[in-house]
């Protein structure tokens, strides 16, 4: 039996990306959302609420508190935190031509559903993004695994000044 590097409550796609934190929603979401319930206070910001109904005071509250544990809505909250504008090229653009990226990529040890580390780009500046991450990548990789690669490079030398 192959078992998975992930713990069972993170669902993966198919593109290897994180898309849910099942376990956790329904454990300490779950707990978070009722004691915030009892105290009539929203579960996210801590403001009052009109009723016990909704442990939310605003959707974007919701979209917010959802985020901590699934994709979709950490992509609709940090959509809208940042107006649909690209935080590379600042051009305004339609939700279907932007995608949400990770600051710090998750391959080099940056948080998976951190808001602080997401970002809205547009589908160009993502693609560049990206491309120039895997080179980087490859090349510190061939460096690391290749020490005979670095041998024609000359040796540096600190300069008295």
Not at 32 to 44: D, I, Q
Not at 121 to 130: F, G, I, Q, W
Request: hydrophobic fraction near 35%.
């Amino acid at each position: 039996m192959v078992r998975s590097s992930s713990p069972p409550s993170v669902v993966v796609g198919p593109n290897g990306r994180i898309v849910s934190l099942s376990a956790a929603w329904f454990s300490d979401g779950a707990r978070r959302r009722s004691e915030a319930r009892r105290a009539a206070r929203c579960v996210e910001c801590g403001k009052a609420l009109a009723s016990h109904r909704t442990p939310y005071c605003s959707r974007t509250c919701r979209w917010k508190f959802h985020g901590h544990y699934f994709w979709d809505s950490a992509r609709s909250y940090v959509m809208l935190r940042d107006r649909y504008i690209c935080q590379i090229c600042h051009g305004r653009r339609r939700a279907r031509q932007l995608d949400v990226d990770h600051i710090v990529e998750i391959a080099a040890g940056g948080a998976a559903l951190e808001y602080s580390n997401l970002q809205t780009v547009c589908r160009d500046c993502h693609r560049l993004k990206t491309l120039n991450f895997l080179s980087q990548r490859r090349t510190l990789d061939a460096f690391a695994r290749a020490p005979e690669a670095r041998a024609h490079l000359p040796a540096v030398r600190p300069t008295a000044e």
